[in-house]
């Protein structure tokens, strides 16, 4: 056989799926793509985690039916930083979005929902936004109509959305836009409180936006979660019916603080505190609705031309019944129990069910990763921070050759397959963990691995500099 008609034969039996391989193929049918973040969900708040307490069922079934990745990171310990790295594929601070309600998403970047526009997709954002303020006209949320954010007002339909239902920032996970005039005793305005029933209440102060200074006035009572998918499962439709691909990032705000539950879901953990019932009642509430969307996309035909990514933003709470356990800290830390969450990706009959990966992902993988899917090229020279998951979870390949990093409140962590490199001060002192022998992070190793540490300092302050001229707005044409 020549080397040229050796060379056809690959190509001929790359596209077509009846060639023998055991590797599942991508159909020449663009997919759908769902991208499923939640808030501040511990690592050991789901089933398919280990935890036995709250029930999460759909989630867990989702879980079994892809391929759940064992070390999942937010490329942030705190929520909008992480929302600008999926929608960028950059590390949050190369975008200036460095901390929570902290700047907006500048119109330099280059969006997922950009990208996927240009190809024919319908797009459309759900939930959480928080990436920049959604009116200029009245006080909303954290920074809405105040004229010190003027500068901050971005909405998704600036960002390659054809439509949203957003709020700016947090809402409580029930009832959204209200909260009760009096609490009860265990009850509060920062936690939660058990679901209002008399109408004895008042307005908290956001919004759920759907256009350029236009609110949604209509079907806002109940699970705030529901109320999203209500909005999603129409979207879904409309898309099948134009058989137009679609791409939606449903960004729900539970767990996120306040937790408010309906008394269905507290009685599932009726024998526990109120604050155990109030965040385990609202997990397993959210799961009910994700299995709602799944549920959905098998009665439309849907469910095997769909892939759907689900993660949290960061870590747990502090001061709550959360979990990040086995993991060190919580929200807000660059030690593991504040940036690896749960995340599992499923496509029906594309991926091996039942399947974990112990490569470690992050949140600014998601673009390169469709990317790679739709078989596009990045869109130009700007640095990704991301790679492509494809070959992980359709052949389980376990190296990761661009390690990921960290940067919070001046705090810096590196972290490659095996060790990870954080500070504990403003980037003079480093502690070394190995993370595959000690993933709870107990024995710093760096007094004993000074050649090492010195190799990942400078790689790090190396990607460092690459940030920071990002951050100055130079990668922009």
């Known amino acids: 056989?020549?080397?040229?008609?050796?060379?056809?034969?690959?190509?001929?039996?790359?596209?077509?799926?009846?060639?023998?391989?055991?590797?599942?193929?991508?159909?020449?049918?663009?997919?759908?793509?769902?991208?499923?973040?939640?808030?501040?969900?511990?690592?050991?708040?789901?089933?398919?985690?280990?935890?036995?307490?709250?029930?999460?069922p759909n989630l867990d079934g989702l879980a079994a039916a892809g391929v759940t990745f064992n070390r999942f990171?937010?490329?942030?310990?705190?929520?909008?930083?992480?929302?600008?790295?999926?929608?960028?594929?950059?590390?949050?601070?190369?975008?200036?979005?460095?901390?929570?309600?902290?700047?907006?998403?500048?119109?330099?970047?280059?969006?997922?929902?950009?990208?996927?526009?240009?190809?024919?997709?319908?797009?459309?954002?759900?939930?959480?936004?928080?990436?920049?303020?959604?009116?200029?006209?009245?006080?909303?949320?954290?920074?809405?109509?105040?004229?010190?954010?003027?500068?901050d007002f971005t909405i998704p339909t600036m960002h390659g959305y054809d439509s949203f239902f957003s709020t700016e920032s947090k809402v409580p996970t029930f009832d959204p836009l209200v909260y009760p005039k009096t609490f009860?005793?265990?009850?509060?305005?920062?936690?939660?409180?058990?679901?209002?029933?008399?109408?004895?209440?008042?307005?908290?102060?956001?919004?759920?936006?759907?256009?350029?200074?236009?609110?949604?006035?209509?079907?806002?009572?109940?699970?705030?979660?529901?109320?999203?998918?209500?909005?999603?499962?129409?979207?879904i439709d409309k898309s099948a019916d134009n058989k137009t691909p679609f791409f939606t990032t449903v960004w729900i705000h539970t767990p996120h603080l306040p937790l408010v539950t309906d008394s269905i879901h507290r009685?599932?953990?009726?024998?526990?505190?109120?604050?155990?019932?109030?965040?385990?009642?609202?997990?397993?509430?959210?799961?009910?609705?994700?299995?709602?969307?799944?549920?959905?996309?098998?009665?439309?035909?849907?469910?095997?031309?769909?892939?759907?990514?689900?993660?949290?933003?960061?870590g747990p709470e502090r001061n709550t019944p959360g979990s990040a356990l086995p993991f060190r800290e919580r929200k807000r830390s660059l030690y593991e129990g504040g940036i690896r969450v749960p995340a599992f990706v499923v496509w029906k009959d594309k991926l091996n069910a039942n399947t974990h990966t112990d490569f470690p992902a992050v949140t600014s993988d998601y673009l390169p990763t469709v990317l790679d899917i739709l078989n596009l090229p990045k869109p130009d020279d700007r640095p990704l921070d991301g790679v492509s998951l494809l070959p992980i979870i359709q052949e389980n390949k376990s190296i990761r050759n661009a390690p990921i990093g960290f940067e919070y409140q001046h705090r810096l962590s590196w972290v490659n397959d095996t060790f990870k490199l954080i500070s504990v001060d403003k980037g003079v002192t480093f502690e070394l963990y190995d993370l595959l022998k000690d993933p709870s992070e107990k024995n710093n190793i760096a007094a004993d691995n000074k050649a090492m540490v010195e190799k990942l300092k400078k790689e790090l302050q190396q990607w460092m500099a690459s940030v920071k001229n990002s951050q100055n707005g130079n990668d922009y044409n």
Request: glycine fraction near 8%.
């Open 1 to 56: 056989m020549t080397k040229k008609y050796y060379t056809l034969t690959l190509l001929i039996c790359f596209a077509f799926t009846s060639c023998t391989d055991n590797k599942k193929t991508i159909p020449t049918e663009k997919p759908n793509i769902i991208l499923i973040m939640v808030d501040d969900l511990g690592w050991n708040d789901v089933g398919f985690n280990g935890n036995t307490t709250i029930k999460t």
């Open 73 to 151: 990171y937010s490329a942030s310990p705190v929520c909008s930083p992480t929302r600008a790295s999926v929608m960028t594929g950059r590390h949050p601070k190369r975008t200036n979005i460095n901390n929570a309600n902290d700047g907006h998403l500048r119109e330099g970047e280059i969006t997922i929902a950009e990208i996927v526009k240009k190809e024919g997709y319908a797009t459309a954002h759900f939930g959480k936004w928080h990436l920049g303020t959604l009116t200029k006209k009245e006080l909303d949320a954290n920074r809405g109509g105040n004229p010190k954010f003027a500068t």
């Open 184 to 235: 009860d005793e265990g009850e509060s305005k920062q936690y939660g409180w058990k679901a209002v029933t008399t109408g004895d209440s008042q307005s908290y102060g956001t919004s759920y936006w759907i256009g350029n200074e236009i609110k949604e006035t209509e079907n806002l009572s109940g699970s705030d979660t529901k109320i999203i998918m209500d909005r999603v499962l129409p979207f």
């Open 267 to 314: 009685a599932m953990y009726a024998d526990m505190p109120l604050k155990e019932q109030l965040l385990f009642g609202a997990i397993t509430e959210m799961d009910e609705q994700i299995g709602r969307l799944w549920q959905h996309l098998e009665a439309k035909g849907l469910d095997e031309n769909t892939i759907l990514w689900f993660c949290s933003d960061n």
